[in-house]
């Protein structure tokens, strides 16, 4: 059996579709309560740095750049064994990685899950 990974805006209704739903962003969501975020694991330390989140911006003019930044960042012994520790996760269940910006196509979430998908 295949299991998958997703994003999804932690702001949206958790579904059973989910699987283990992990948040992978470095703040707890601005308004939101513990019980409606629904997670199952809150892994802050894969998120981007203080320093490369706050540069983004979320500027979409920085998009490429933040992507190859995050990628480096995460390229540690410690980003290393926390994306393997979602890969072992997505081994026996599907898994979503929640973020909480408003783009949906530009976030940590994404470069996360393209890195989940296709570095090994």
Do not use: C
């Not at 320093?51 to 390229?75: G, M």
């Amino acid at each position: 059996m295949t299991y998958s990974i997703r994003v999804k805006r932690v702001y949206d209704a958790a579904s059973p579709t989910d699987g283990y739903r992990i948040l992978v962003d470095r703040l707890w969501p601005r308004g939101l309560t513990h019980d409606r975020a629904a997670i199952d694991e809150w892994m802050k330390e894969i998120a981007p740095s203080h320093d490369l989140r706050h540069w983004f911006a979320h500027d979409s003019n920085k998009w490429t750049a933040f992507r190859e930044h995050y990628q480096i960042e995460l390229d540690t012994d410690a980003g290393r064994a926390l994306i393997n520790t979602i890969r072992e996760k997505a081994q026996s269940q599907d898994v979503t990685l929640l973020f909480s910006a408003k783009n949906e196509e530009e976030n940590n979430a994404v470069v996360l899950k393209h890195i989940l998908e296709t570095k090994r």
